[in-house]
């Protein structure tokens, strides 16, 4: 083990007790070690860190800018230990972030993306079975990723059909009602989960073939490789999420698809939209609203509807 290997296992262990969770700070920086390693130094200098952050071309501002956020927090802890660590200067990189256009999947594209899911090849056959079931549970509750990886097998109340999130983003918890069909499916998971994966001592619902949890990390890497086989991404290796839909989409489409029904059947959508972000654990109605400017056939409705009322019509 190298000395900055180990100060990086240190550096870890320290803000975790401190109550960090680090999940993206400890994927990322034992690749900036071995980046490091690689280019043959022993210490950060802030030519590496920029090196190291703005590596991949095809990312954003906000990656490059967060990237060499987390470097620059280890190399300030670095420097009390040795001091020719370089700590890079704060703003360095500029961080612009445009929120992207969502893409709303068509329900021929969803179907398609949790059968050819199930195809994914693994010696068992839990891999196609857990990572379609969790696709097709992402697009019928618009459910955060990290949300779904998150689940444990108590979280299910079968009587209720019911999900509980316990601490999702911003630490809100909240309780999801799943349709009847969608409970089956995912009971009937479990049940084939445990038949190939017997005796699991984790807690979790959605499993790996090993095991364990299923990560955030391979549910997208998993999904990637989904969207290429069926042509929704360029095919090739290339930035981990790269041009194309996203997994998040599926959280998207799944608003979207629901504000456009409420459009479309009548019904009064304003009255509506903070029922929905509490379904999905939005911060507030803002975000639902957010939609209606991102998504072009909102807005044609939402106009629509305004004109109507405001020449005396139903709303």
Same mark, same amino acid.
């Given at each position: ?70 470097? !620059? =927090?280890?190399? +300030? /802890?670095?420097?009390?230990? &040795?001091?020719? #660590? ?5 703003? *360095?990189? %500029? ?116 095991? !364990? =949890?299923?990560? +955030? /990390?391979?549910?997208?890497? &998993?999904?990637? #490789? ?5 042509? *929704?991404? %360029? ?25 456009v029904r409420w459009y479309r059947s009548g019904v009064d959508v304003d009255l509506e939209i903070p029922k929905l972000a509490t379904y999905l654990g939005h911060k507030g109605p803002a975000e639902v609203y957010w939609y209606l400017q991102a998504v072009p056939e909102l807005l044609e409705l939402a106009t629509e509807r305004s004109r109507r009322a405001g020449a005396g019509g139903a709303p």
């Amino acid at each position: 083990m190298t000395g900055l290997t180990k100060a990086l296992d240190e550096y870890l262990a320290l803000r975790r007790a401190l109550g960090f969770k680090l999940r993206v700070t400890a994927q990322q920086l034992p690749r900036f070690v071995a980046f490091i390693e690689r280019e043959g130094a022993t210490f950060i200098t802030t030519g590496l860190a920029l090196g190291w952050a703005q590596a991949d071309p095809d990312a954003s501002s906000v990656t490059h800018s967060d990237r060499l956020a987390m470097v !620059r =927090r280890f190399a +300030a /802890w670095r420097s009390a230990e &040795d001091p020719r #660590t370089e700590v890079p200067p704060a703003r *360095l990189l %500029p961080r612009r972030y445009r929120r992207p256009t969502p893409y709303i999947y068509s329900m021929g594209e969803i179907r398609s993306i949790v059968s050819t899911a199930a195809s994914l090849p693994s010696a068992t056959g839990l891999r196609g079975l857990t990572f379609s079931t969790l696709f097709g549970l992402l697009a019928v509750t618009g459910m955060r990723v990290g949300e779904t990886v998150a689940l444990d097998r108590d979280d299910l109340e079968s009587q209720t059909a019911t999900l509980k999130i316990r601490e999702g983003k911003l630490g809100k918890s909240r309780f999801v009602p799943v349709h009847a069909t969608t409970m089956d499916t995912l009971e009937r998971y479990a049940e084939r989960r445990d038949a190939i994966v017997p005796g699991v001592k984790v807690s979790a619902f959605f499993v790996s073939e090993r095991g !364990r =949890r299923v990560s +955030a /990390w391979s549910a997208e890497d &998993d999904f990637i #490789t989904v969207s290429r086989m069926i042509g *929704l991404r %360029p095919p090739g290796v290339g930035h981990r999420y790269g041009r194309g839909p996203r997994l998040h989409d599926l959280r998207h489409r799944f608003a979207v698809s629901t504000l456009v029904r409420w459009y479309r059947s009548g019904v009064d959508v304003d009255l509506e939209i903070p029922k929905l972000a509490t379904y999905l654990g939005h911060k507030g109605p803002a975000e639902v609203y957010w939609y209606l400017q991102a998504v072009p056939e909102l807005l044609e409705l939402a106009t629509e509807r305004s004109r109507r009322a405001g020449a005396g019509g139903a709303p």
